[in-house]
């Protein structure tokens, strides 16, 4: 996370109250080819920009004791107090990138926005969008989503498309992991990798906690057989160490909720076999 144009997740930090909008700028890289000696002028590369609309809302907590719950306790309450309402905040912020990323986008604000039940992530959740509205960005994106381990699932019906995958070739292994990578590439306007200062690229995936399981299944032979014995191999090698995986250019990092939207709320989701 970061406010630089580059950022995986961008973040702003705009002086805003609730309800009100900011415009988050989506700037398209260069696509045309050099002109050596020749003249520029004329030749000059116009710069796709789109507008992302945003609205902004409140998001707040507190806590509250009295005097004999305070004498009672063990713990001092409100030296308590801080941490609880940082973790509580960094967990609704996981959670409602989470949703945000499965939302349809939305040119409206969100629903109830600024109501005390108002929904804070924009665009429509994927839970309360209809099947029409799913097909339509399924048709929109058709380029750019994977379904299962292979292209050939796509369906113009998003839920068609679920139910073609199945428990036994469609697991997020290896292979899958290319081949999102070379949907990204192909995708027009492109999913760009991220970019380190050395210029290496990587790709970010997020996977549930059993999605990431296959995967690191699927990667043991590599781990074990394709890599060279390390004097310390207990500190670098993944069949080791826990954390996020990394794989052809692929950063896996597991988010562990996934899996409780998927089982909770994403219930739709549960027809197609990675589930």
Request: charged share 25%.
């Amino acid at each position: 996370m970061g406010d630089g144009m580059n950022a995986i997740i961008r973040t702003l930090t705009d002086a805003k109250k609730g309800g009100e909008q900011i415009n988050i700028p989506l700037v398209s890289s260069l696509q045309a080819s050099a002109t050596g000696t020749g003249t520029l002028t004329g030749n000059e590369e116009r710069i796709d920009n789109y507008g992302m609309r945003v609205w902004v809302d409140w998001a707040r907590h507190s806590v509250a004791t009295n005097d004999a719950e305070e004498q009672k306790d063990s713990a001092a309450v409100f030296q308590e107090a801080r941490p609880l309402l940082k973790d509580w905040g960094l967990e609704l912020q996981r959670d409602e990138i989470i949703q945000a990323m499965m939302a349809l986008p939305s040119e409206s604000a969100p629903a109830n926005l600024g109501s005390a039940a108002g929904q804070r992530v924009n665009g429509v959740l994927y839970e309360a969008a209809t099947a029409g509205q799913r097909n339509t960005w399924n048709s929109d994106n058709s380029d750019r989503v994977l379904y299962g381990a292979t292209t050939a699932n796509y369906n113009a019906t998003h839920a068609t498309a679920l139910a073609n995958c199945d428990t036994t070739n469609d697991l997020f292994n290896a292979s899958a992991v290319q081949l999102l990578k070379l949907v990204a590439r192909k995708a027009s306007p492109r999913i760009r990798p991220f970019k380190i200062a050395d210029g290496r690229e990587y790709f970010v995936a997020f996977a549930g906690s059993l999605p990431f399981r296959d995967l690191k299944t699927s990667l043991q032979t590599v781990n074990k057989d394709g890599r060279p014995r390390e004097g310390n191999g207990m500190d670098k090698n993944p069949i080791f160490q826990d954390g996020d995986l990394l794989y052809d250019g692929v950063i896996i990092r597991e988010v562990p909720e996934i899996d409780l939207f998927v089982e909770g709320t994403w219930t739709s989701l549960l027809t197609a076999g990675a589930a």
